[in-house]
């Protein structure tokens, strides 16, 4: 009898040894369908290769008003990417579609107006994807004073930004 219990004990203690050293052999875990990324500058984003090229904007300052202006820092395409599990390993996988990222420092003094550049709040870093026309992109700025701060479609721009490839 004694026996039969230190072989019943050995065999699981081996499984928890086979489980536990399984288990510290994944080096990534994914929950759900992988979540589209963007890179945060484009060093990364040429590190990562989806990296495709810079754009220059027709001008890089814009005053909205007497306290509002912004600046365009930095603006590039790159492709839609995202992080997935692979054989153990997280890995980068490109899409053949496009995201357009532009890099934006700003001031504002809060005097009950939203800006925005397309369809986005005025901040420090923008994403647009899915983009089509890759040579010349063009992006209106509106200013919302409804208080409602949320995009509405606007029937008049205050200006407009193009961005030409380099």
Known sequence: MNKILIIIATIIL???????FKM???HCFQK????VKNSQ????SKRNKVFLFELSPNKTSFQIDSASSFQIKKAWLENI???ECISDNWQIVKLDKYQFLVEISYKVIPNRKYIYIGNKL???FL??????NLDTIKIPIYMDTSLSFKF???TTAIDTIKFFRQ
């Open 14 to 20: 081996l499984f928890v040894i086979l489980f536990f």
């Open 32 to 35: 759900g369908p992988p979540e």
């Open 41 to 44: 500058n484009i060093e990364e």
């Open 81 to 83: 990417w995202f992080n």
């Open 24 to 26: 510290s052999r994944i």
């Open 122 to 124: 005025l901040n420090n």
């Open 152 to 154: 509405v479609n606007k």
């Open 127 to 132: 994403v647009y994807r899915n983009y089509v």
